[in-house]
């Protein structure tokens, strides 16, 4: 229990007990003028009011002094109620920053992902294509041989006899680019 619980029991009047069943009492009825007075000496009348009083007031401060208690408990737990929900909010707003902090990284991380296979897919369509120009090469390579083998010169025998687009095809490795953009070799242009 509570220690105000204990408190404004102190106050409270303590209820009859009954047992049993409730009897009640015949009582002789008196004219009011026939009954006696006790006789009480006016300094202890003036004492015993004087002590009613005291008793009063001291009772009116235990009330007031309660009420305060009350009122300081409640101003108490009033604070820390809004101490924990402030907390509470803080504790809030820094999850909420993290997971959107967690959320924005998964993003980039995806994105990346994806530029990644963008990229691998361009590296595999490049290496494909670098591959079946590497086989056209060593084909062109293959028939330039087989001819030259064959002794397919001209009458003279020191002139290649084969073609000047093949020339080309066959002829990249020293060429430059002009001021134009176009591909030159050796000094003309192709």
């Known amino acids: 229990m509570s220690f105000l619980t204990n408190f404004s029991k102190i106050f409270k009047a303590p209820a009859p007990a009954r047992k049993g069943k409730a009897r009640f009492v015949k009582v002789k009825k008196t004219k009011p003028y026939l009954q006696k007075k006790p006789l009480i000496p006016y300094k202890e009348a003036q ?32 604070k820390i109620k809004s101490n924990a929900s402030d907390q509470v909010r803080k504790l809030e707003k820094e999850a909420f920053l993290i ?19 963008e990229r691998q897919k361009l590296l595999v369509v490049k290496d ?26 001209n009458q003279r025998g020191s002139k290649k006899a084969y073609s000047s687009s093949s020339r080309k095809k066959i002829n990249f490795g020293n060429c430059q680019k002009n001021k134009r953009g176009r591909r030159e070799s050796a000094g003309r242009s192709q």
């Open 47 to 78: 004492l015993a009011k004087k002590q009613i009083n005291e008793a009063n007031k001291q009772v009116q401060e235990a009330k007031t002094r309660a009420r305060e208690i009350i009122l300081e408990s409640k101003d108490e737990a009033f």
């Open 128 to 153: 494909k294509q670098l591959k079946e120009d590497l086989a056209q090469v060593e084909k062109i390579k293959k028939n330039q041989l087989a001819k030259l083998e064959s002794g397919w010169f």
């Open 99 to 117: 997971k959107e902090k967690i959320s924005r990284s998964e993003a980039d991380i995806s994105q990346q992902i994806g530029a990644f296979k």
